[in-house]
């Protein structure tokens, strides 16, 4: 379930964020505080996450702190499923 | 009123127990804040101020976020006499040697007195001063400010602030803005506040609500000078949160019944796309009289969008309007939609990009449908001029020129370019557009200045960031602009020649550039495109030529069936 997870977030940041398909993002690289993904994402992200994962992400938690990789939002995820 | 301080004085005395400013912030009580607060807040920055030697006349930078502290250093600087000016914030994602690089920049040019910012910032700020040889003489740390003292207006140099003094500095992002401050006088910004006021026929009724920054003169002037001096209530939101949380605005709407908001184009988009139904429930935006779309270039689509969606809440057409403004007349140049709906025409495209004329279509041509700006507010004049300066009939398309009673004194330390930016007493604003029996249509830019979700970013800065990633070659990039249909702003692209083959090596390129360029600038790229050299069009200095990169890149895009 994880891995399915960590997958889908990847290649939705990938395609759509960065256009660039191909790419693989590994679940430790850092995606806000290294500037991968800014703002203007984070309530895409949210979406994505509520529609495919059925978790809601409050709009207060969307940010650096909560997390920064994929690692981290795939355990948000899990733990609120 | 000659200067800013006596309105102050006037609302102290007539209506102390007045709201003037409710702020809304994420995970915060709505915190209601009267003008006899406003004041005593201020009062005790004035006294910090002298504290500090901070002179009437000195620059003021502040560094500060939406809130209690940033109402109080600004206006506290008001009545000292002295002139504030709002520095964009450092955000998590800023590099801080970058902030730093154009702090450093910014101080150079202005030559600001004191700098007031948190505690946690002060490490970050002193790092960019030079004690003992650079002009800031003073930086005060909010939570060491006096807190709330009575005033003495007596004693506030404020009130004796003639008309022409310079009042406020504005400035854009990034190390080109912040080095060209836009210095305005107290009878500038008031001569605007009531022409402007006049143009969207202000009321007693009028709530103003804004999530907009205070860096930028659609946040600073429309949506928090003009309430705030003029007595109509604020509601003021952060941008941070907005962005997280776009309904959070309509909300605010909704619950002050809000009538008047300015918002760049990208912010209709946003909003028709990413608010959630069920964050709409029970908000009801039947007082809404005039949105007005600003500072960047707008689109009948967003409006139309937002429009659509948001209709079954009770938003209404009529509350669509349309501005163009700019910092240098300090703010707004013309208004459409408050009397009469916004108007749109649709042009022929060919004979706009060929002869330079905007003639409507007829049936069966390509179009381009264009907003109507409006007419000129009061005391301002538009004109169109030719590339000799000549001025331009109706619907032939020109530089907009600009006469008023609110212009800039000048940029801050700049007399170089403000001697630029007149001809024989017209302001030339860069911009292209036309005219129809008044009625101003922007069509286009005559400099290479991008505009994303209306901040100002000019290219140069973001190829000088690329040229910091290993791999990639001074005068090697070309950034540019493109309009994306879906987001209603301008996408950022990056082309970079790279003589790395590998693939790998080339992603780490590409992922190196994207966070130089986020971490260094107020914009994300949308694209970086890595070429293989030669690819980039020089210019016969040898200086990239971004528009013609720009429609090379256009065309790859288009001959692989890609976007665009």
Same mark, same amino acid.
């Given at each position: 379930?994880?891995?399915?997870?960590?997958?889908?977030?990847?290649?939705?940041?990938?395609?759509?964020?960065?256009?660039?398909?191909?790419?693989?993002?590994?679940?430790?690289?850092?995606?806000?505080?290294?500037?991968? /993904? +800014?703002?203007?994402? @984070?309530?895409?992200? #949210?979406?994505?996450?509520? %529609?495919?994962?059925?978790?809601? /992400? +409050?709009?207060?938690? @969307?940010?650096?702190? #909560?997390?920064?990789?994929? %690692?981290?939002?795939?355990?948000? /995820?899990?733990?609120?499923? | 009123?000659?200067?800013?301080?006596?309105?102050?004085?006037?609302?102290?005395?007539?209506?102390?127990?007045?709201?003037?400013?409710?702020?809304?912030?994420?995970?915060?009580?709505?915190?209601?804040?009267?003008?006899?607060?406003?004041?005593?807040?201020?009062?005790?920055?004035?006294?910090?101020?002298?504290?500090?030697?901070?002179?009437?006349?000195?620059?003021?930078?502040?560094?500060?976020?939406?809130?209690?502290?940033?109402?109080?250093?600004?206006?506290?600087?008001?009545?000292?006499?002295?002139?504030?000016?709002?520095?964009?914030?450092?955000?998590?994602?800023?590099?801080?040697?970058?902030?730093?690089?154009?702090?450093?920049?910014?101080?150079?040019?202005?030559?600001?007195?004191?700098?007031?910012?948190?505690?946690?910032?002060?490490?970050?700020?002193?790092?960019?001063?030079?004690?003992?040889?650079?002009?800031?003489?003073?930086?005060?740390?909010?939570?060491?400010?006096?807190?709330?003292?009575?005033?003495?207006?007596?004693?506030?140099?404020?009130?004796?602030?003639?008309?022409?003094?310079?009042?406020?500095?504005?400035?854009?992002?990034?190390?080109?803005?912040?080095?060209?401050?836009?210095?305005?006088?107290?009878?500038?910004?008031?001569?605007?506040?009531?022409?402007?006021?006049?143009?969207?026929?202000?009321?007693?009724?009028?709530?103003?609500?804004?999530?907009?920054?205070?860096?930028?003169?659609?946040?600073?002037?429309?949506?928090?000078?003009?309430?705030?001096?003029?007595?109509?209530?604020?509601?003021?939101?952060?941008?941070?949160?907005?962005?997280?949380?776009?309904?959070?605005?309509?909300?605010?709407?909704?619950?002050?019944?809000?009538?008047?908001?300015?918002?760049?184009?990208?912010?209709?988009?946003?909003?028709?796309?990413?608010?959630?139904?069920?964050?709409?429930?029970?908000?009801?935006?039947?007082?809404?009289?005039?949105?007005?779309n600003c500072s960047e270039p707008m689109r009948w689509e967003s409006h139309h969008a937002f429009y659509e969606r948001f209709r079954p809440l009770g938003l209404r057409y009529e509350a669509l309007t349309t501005c163009y403004a700019m910092a240098e007349n300090v703010f707004a140049v013309t208004q459409g939609g408050i009397d009469v709906p916004v108007v749109y025409e649709d042009i022929d495209r060919e004979i706009l990009q060929t002869k330079k004329i905007a003639q409507v279509a007829q049936p069966g041509q390509i179009v381009v449908r264009m907003l109507g700006t409006g007419k000129p507010i009061l005391n301002t004049r538009v004109r169109i001029f030719?590339?000799?300066?000549?001025?331009?009939?109706?619907?032939?398309?020109?530089?907009?020129?600009?006469?008023?009673?609110?212009?800039?004194?000048?940029?801050?330390?700049?007399?170089?370019?403000?001697?630029?930016?007149?001809?024989?007493?017209?302001?030339?604003?860069?911009?292209?557009?036309?005219?129809?029996?008044?009625?101003?249509?922007?069509?286009?830019?005559?400099?290479?200045?991008?505009?994303?979700?209306?901040?100002?970013?000019?290219?140069?800065?973001?190829?000088?960031?690329?040229?910091?990633?290993?791999?990639?070659?001074?005068?090697?990039?070309?950034?540019?602009?493109?309009?994306?249909?879906?987001?209603?702003?301008?996408?950022?692209?990056?082309?970079?020649?790279?003589?790395?083959?590998?693939?790998?090596?080339?992603?780490?390129?590409?992922?190196?550039?994207?966070?130089?360029?986020?971490?260094?600038?107020?914009?994300?790229?949308?694209?970086?495109?890595?070429?293989?050299?030669?690819?980039?069009?020089?210019?016969?200095?040898?200086?990239?030529?971004?528009?013609?990169?720009?429609?090379?890149?256009?065309?790859?895009?288009?001959?692989?069936?890609?976007?665009?």
């Open positions: 379930m994880t891995d399915t997870i960590l997958e889908k977030l990847g290649t939705y940041i990938a395609t759509e964020f960065l256009r660039q398909p191909d790419r693989l993002i590994k679940p430790d690289e850092p995606l806000l505080s290294s500037g991968l /993904i +800014d703002s203007f994402h @984070l309530v895409d992200l #949210s979406l994505f996450v509520e %529609n495919n994962f059925g978790v809601r /992400i +409050d709009d207060t938690e @969307l940010n650096a702190s #909560s997390f920064d990789n994929l %690692n981290q939002l795939t355990a948000f /995820i899990n733990a609120r499923q | 009123m000659p200067n800013f301080s006596k309105f102050f004085q006037r609302h102290y005395q007539q209506e102390p127990d007045k709201v003037s400013i409710t702020m809304l912030f994420a995970g915060q009580p709505a915190c209601p804040v009267t003008y006899r607060q406003l004041i005593l807040g201020a009062s005790g920055y004035v006294q910090t101020y002298t504290q500090y030697g901070i002179q009437p006349g000195d620059v003021v930078l502040l560094i500060l976020q939406h809130s209690a502290d940033l109402l109080f250093a600004y206006f506290g600087a008001v009545l000292h006499g002295a002139i504030p000016s709002i520095m964009p914030f450092l955000t998590g994602k800023l590099l801080p040697e970058r902030y730093r690089a154009d702090l450093a920049a910014l101080v150079a040019v202005t030559q600001p007195t004191a700098i007031v910012t948190y505690r946690e910032f002060e490490l970050e700020v002193r790092a960019a001063l030079k004690p003992g040889q650079d002009s800031v003489r003073a930086v005060i740390i909010s939570d060491q400010a006096k807190g709330p003292t009575l005033p003495d207006f007596a004693s506030f140099e404020g009130l004796r602030r003639n008309p022409e003094d310079i009042a406020l500095l504005q400035h854009s992002s990034g190390t080109t803005g912040l080095q060209k401050g836009v210095a305005l006088s107290h009878q500038a910004i008031i001569n605007q506040l009531n022409n402007y006021g006049k143009a969207i026929r202000l009321t007693d009724a009028d709530v103003f609500v804004s999530w907009l920054p205070l860096y930028h003169d659609m946040g600073l002037i429309a949506c928090w000078l003009m309430p705030i001096l003029l007595g109509y209530p604020l509601v003021l939101m952060s941008p941070f949160d907005w962005i997280r949380a776009p309904h959070r605005l309509l909300q605010a709407v909704s619950e002050y019944k809000g009538t008047l908001s300015w918002l760049p184009n990208f912010a209709y988009n946003f909003c028709a796309q990413k608010i959630r139904d069920r964050d709409l429930d029970g908000v009801d935006l039947s007082t809404w009289r005039a949105i007005s030719n590339a000799k300066g000549q001025p331009l009939a109706d619907r032939q398309v020109g530089e907009v020129a600009v006469q008023s009673d609110c212009m800039l004194t000048g940029y801050y330390h700049r007399p170089d370019a403000t001697e630029k930016a007149f001809v024989d007493g017209w302001y030339l604003t860069g911009d292209f557009g036309y005219l129809v029996g008044g009625e101003l249509y922007i069509t286009g830019r005559k400099k290479d200045l991008i505009i994303v979700g209306g901040k100002n970013i000019y290219p140069q800065d973001l190829e000088m960031l690329a040229y910091e990633v290993p791999g990639v070659h001074t005068g090697r990039a070309s950034v540019f602009g493109i309009f994306n249909e879906a987001t209603g702003t301008e996408d950022v692209i990056l082309v970079a020649e790279v003589d790395i083959s590998d693939p790998g090596q080339r992603w780490k390129i590409e992922d190196g550039i994207r966070t130089a360029v986020t971490r260094g600038s107020a914009v994300a790229l949308r694209y970086v495109h890595l070429v293989n050299p030669p690819w980039l069009v020089k210019t016969s200095s040898g200086k990239t030529a971004r528009s013609a990169n720009r429609e090379k890149f256009l065309k790859e895009m288009q001959a692989k069936g890609q976007g665009y």
